[in-house]
Nanobody, 113 residues
Framework: QVQLVESGGGLVQPGGSLQLSCAAS????????MGWYRQAPGKQREFVAT??????TIYADSVKGRFTISRVNARNTVLQMNSLKPEDTAVYYC????????WGQGTQVTVSS
């Protein structure tokens, strides 16, 4: 069984930065993708970014150039979020092994003045 625990959410003003962290426990493989999704109120959960084997990363168009995902090691992933916008407000979920894989409990990110 895999467990994911997120940390680092909070309230930030537009243009500010936040860093989210995800720590995984259980049987983890560094070749399996680990990433982030988010869900805003009244909207479906959407893909944000993922890090896959070999250091490759993939980003949603809406966050390209502003967010950076880092697979620190097999069990830890960091999402650095810069130039935050109000539309980035959502609950952010850490994910392991894709949409049919494992999920964290989520951490709230609120961008507001």
């Amino acid at each position: 069984q895999v467990q994911l625990v997120e940390s680092g959410g909070g309230l930030v003003q537009p243009g500010g930065s936040l860093q989210l962290s995800c720590a995984a426990s259980g049987i983890i493989s560094s070749i399996v993708a680990m990433g982030w999704y988010r869900q805003a109120p009244g909207k479906q959960r959407e893909f944000v970014a993922t890090a896959i084997s070999g250091g490759s990363t993939i980003y949603a168009d809406s966050v390209k150039g502003r967010f950076t995902i880092s697979r620190v090691n097999a069990r830890n992933t960091v999402l650095q979020m810069n130039s935050l916008k109000p539309e980035d407000t959502a609950v952010y979920y850490c994910n392991y092994a894709g949409a049919s894989g494992y999920w964290g409990q989520g951490t709230q990110v609120t961008v507001s003045s």
